[in-house]
């Protein structure tokens, strides 16, 4: 009988309570150890709820519970000390998106887990979802693509709220956010883009003080003659999220839980569908860690996997501070 791996929970927001937690308490390879979070009320609470060890601080969790691995929720800003303190203890990390906030944070990241020998996965749940990796099977069938469109958007009521309101915080706005999903599926289906340009914009607010953008506009560039955009909102109802890449011999439409390959014409050749009472997306996440970490699994979203993530989130945001109007200006990445 395999024995269950013990996880501590650092950051205990929404993302925690809402997926991890619920998560946790429904996988099959995994138990609750320990819970962290720089709110001392926040962490009684939730301790008590779930008849675990509280902590404040992360490095005294790790020296007092020595959990075999710990998933990582706090804002952007905190990952990389959280991460680092988990490399230093030769504990596991399971870490929600983004990777890193700049190519700099993510290539030092990536040398701390190397050095310390610790596995590190980002929680990009498409990746595990089977229609997603069905959908990578299915594009040789259009020929060499030439046109990609990507929209991720929903009305959140408040953009400008809390820390993700705040570049310097957050790493970006929703780009970097919730667009980290679409740009994910972008570059594991068609690799970097060789130019990116993008525009952004946070007005969804009048009068509002926030800098991270609600909005972003990204137009795409391929040397092998592959054109495209990705729009992301998070102030722009209603909730979208769908990727089309087109080809001489029809289009691969990408949406949540469904895909469709259609013919020129836009007649439909093949469909997959995942019906909606599907397993608890986290939980799968979790228990597919564990896996990776008894060596029965490969991990497939790793450092290595998420280094060109951080660095087309460098050229999409550089483009926006270099650019003028009226000139253009295209980044090489």
């Not at 490399?87 to 596991?92: E, I, L, R, T, Y």
Request: aromatic share 6%.
């Amino acid at each position: 009988m395999t024995v269950r791996k013990r996880a501590a929970m650092v950051g205990l927001g929404g993302q925690a309570t809402g997926d991890h937690l619920p998560g946790l308490a429904r996988c099959h390879h995994a138990e609750l150890a320990a819970v962290c979070d720089v709110d001392a009320g926040r962490v009684v609470a939730v301790a008590n709820a779930h008849h675990v060890p509280g902590f404040t601080d992360v490095e005294q969790l790790l020296q007092q519970v020595r959990p075999d691995f710990v998933i990582v929720a706090v804002p952007h800003h905190a990952g990389h000390q959280v991460v680092a303190a988990c490399a230093k203890a030769g504990v596991h990390v399971m870490k929600e998106k983004p990777f890193a906030t700049d190519p700099h944070e993510a290539a030092d990241l990536a040398a701390l887990c190397d050095k310390a020998g610790i596995e590190l996965m980002v929680t990009v749940q498409r990746r595990f979802h089977p229609v997603y990796p069905a959908a990578l099977g299915l594009l040789d069938q259009i020929g060499p693509p030439y046109l990609v469109e990507g929209r991720y958007t929903f009305h959140c009521p408040d953009p400008a709220a809390g820390w993700r309101g705040r570049a310097k915080l957050a790493g970006g706005g929703c780009l970097a956010d919730m667009g980290y999903h679409l740009i994910d599926l972008l570059l594991w289906y068609l690799g970097l883009p060789d130019r990116i340009l993008a525009t952004i914009s946070a007005a969804a607010v009048p009068g509002a003080e926030y800098d991270a953008e609600d909005t972003a506009l990204v137009h795409l560039a391929y040397d092998s003659g592959l054109y495209g955009s990705l729009l992301v909102s998070r102030s722009a109802g209603p909730k979208t999220e769908r990727l089309a890449i087109t080809g001489p011999h029809g289009t691969l439409a990408i949406e949540r839980g469904v895909v469709r390959l259609t013919d020129p014409g836009g007649q439909v050749v093949e469909s997959l569908v995942r019906e909606p009472a599907w397993p608890c997306p986290p939980a799968r996440l979790i228990d597919r860690f564990c896996r990776v970490l008894d060596g029965a699994a490969a991990n497939p979203s790793g450092p290595a996997e998420h280094l060109p993530h951080a660095a087309f989130l460098a050229a999409a945001y550089a483009s926006t501070a270099t650019a003028r109007p009226g000139v253009p200006k295209e980044f090489l990445v």
